[in-house]
């Protein structure tokens, strides 16, 4: 197996949410708003009112797509599903 086909096999869940409105619920109870902006292998970015804000990813115990996002999380997996 090549580098390249075993890189897409560690893809992140998170991987499916980028660019969308999301609520991202903490251990410790907080909860954040905003475009995930980027999904890294350690963290997430988020773009809100006030800017950005980078959140590790040990630290969040929900991600969830705004109710406005949902249509357009649908129409990404159909995308997804069509491709691979």
Same mark, same amino acid.
Request: hydrophobic content about 35%.
């Given at each position: 197996?090549?580098?390249?086909?075993?890189?897409?096999?560690?893809? &992140?869940?998170?991987?499916?949410?980028?660019?969308? %409105?999301?609520?991202?619920?903490?251990?410790?109870?907080?909860?954040? &708003?905003?475009?995930?902006?980027?999904?890294?292998?350690? !963290?997430?970015?988020? !773009?809100?009112?006030?800017? !950005?804000?980078?959140?590790?990813?040990?630290?969040?115990?929900?991600?969830?797509?705004?109710?406005?996002?949902?249509?357009?999380? %649908?129409?990404?997996?159909?995308?997804?599903?069509?491709?691979?």
């Amino acid at each position: 197996m090549t580098g390249r086909g075993r890189r897409e096999e560690l893809k &992140q869940p998170s991987d499916g949410l980028v660019g969308l %409105n999301v609520e991202v619920w903490l251990l410790d109870g907080g909860r954040l &708003q905003g475009r995930l902006k980027r999904a890294g292998e350690r !963290e997430l970015v988020l !773009e809100g009112r006030d800017g !950005e804000v980078v959140v590790f990813k040990h630290a969040v115990a929900y991600i969830i797509p705004l109710r406005e996002a949902l249509g357009d999380l %649908n129409e990404k997996m159909r995308h997804m599903r069509e491709e691979g």
